[in-house]
């Protein structure tokens, strides 16, 4: 993944590194906290999923969910 530029962070906090790009519009994440924050902090809509599906979105360049996490299966 990193190859093709995708960052994976891990116990840290984005909103306070440089880690996302000014002109991004759009970001995923499996964080509920990420998910919440993002919009107002970093004026961007969030994708909410399972890491599964964070990575699956990022190999095909959109969002992708097997299963809404909040739905029962």
Not at 45 to 52: E, I, K, L, R
């Amino acid at each position: 993944l990193t190859t093709f530029g995708i960052e994976i962070t891990l116990d840290t906090c984005v909103f306070h590194t440089p880690m996302v790009a000014e002109d991004t519009k759009v970001i995923m994440t499996n964080s509920g906290k990420c998910a919440y924050y993002a919009p107002g902090e970093l004026n961007v809509q969030v994708a909410f999923g399972s890491m599964a599906d964070c990575v699956e979105s990022s190999v095909n360049g959109q969002v992708c969910r097997k299963d809404p996490l909040w739905e029962k299966s």
